[in-house]
């Protein structure tokens, strides 16, 4: 898949509480708008795995969207994560199914301390692996990544962290991308 990093478009954060999910949702809404998309042509790729607690964020929210019957397709479950080991053959086949689709990718990210918490919110892709020192293509038009630790060069600290905040996280996560879908 290609994908074009659009540089003009900053990052947005957003802290998970009731208030600011209809902030979330609407920036979601803009973004899929000004890439000229329609939400029929909207595939989810939920990247990570269920096996390390920090990076089961994607398939956490992949779960949680295929329990409330999302209607759109979705890549990465807990049940079928689609993670570093096998992304690299499962976009091609992902692209081949959806060639015009707007592409949301949704992963777990490190991030300075202040920013441990937040959702991000991005009109580019994004690049997993990149806090683990992994190089994988680029993913997605647009990118949503819950902050879920700080980043830490010498230390590799997905496997410590808080379930409770992912579960949190992907939780709002889940509930913006239903508001802005109905």
């Known amino acids: 898949m290609k994908f074009n990093i659009k540089k003009e478009k900053r990052c947005q954060y957003f802290s998970p509480d009731n208030a600011s999910t209809a902030l979330f949702s609407n920036a979601l809404n803009k973004h899929i708008a000004y890439l000229n998309k329609k939400y029929e042509d909207l595939v989810l790729l939920c990247i990570g795995t269920d096996k390390i607690t920090g990076d089961c964020l994607g398939p956490l929210v992949g779960s949680k969207l295929m329990q409330q019957n999302f209607p759109h397709p979705l ?3 807990l049940e079928k994560p689609l993670h570093a080991g096998n992304l690299t053959r499962q976009l091609p086949e992902i692209s081949t199914a959806h060639p015009n689709a707007c592409t949301l990718a949704i992963d777990a990210a490190v991030g300075s301390r202040n920013h441990i918490g937040l959702v991000s919110l991005s009109c580019q892709p994004l690049f997993p692996g990149k806090g683990v020192s992994r190089s994988l293509s ?17 230390e590799i600290l997905l496997p410590y962290t808080s379930l409770y905040l992912v579960d949190c996280l992907a939780t709002y996560i889940c ?8």
């Open 75 to 77: 890549y990465g479950t």
């Open 138 to 154: 680029p993913v997605g038009n647009i990118s949503i990544t819950g902050i879920i630790n700080e980043f830490s060069s010498g």
């Open 175 to 182: 509930n913006g991308i239903l508001m802005t879908i109905t």
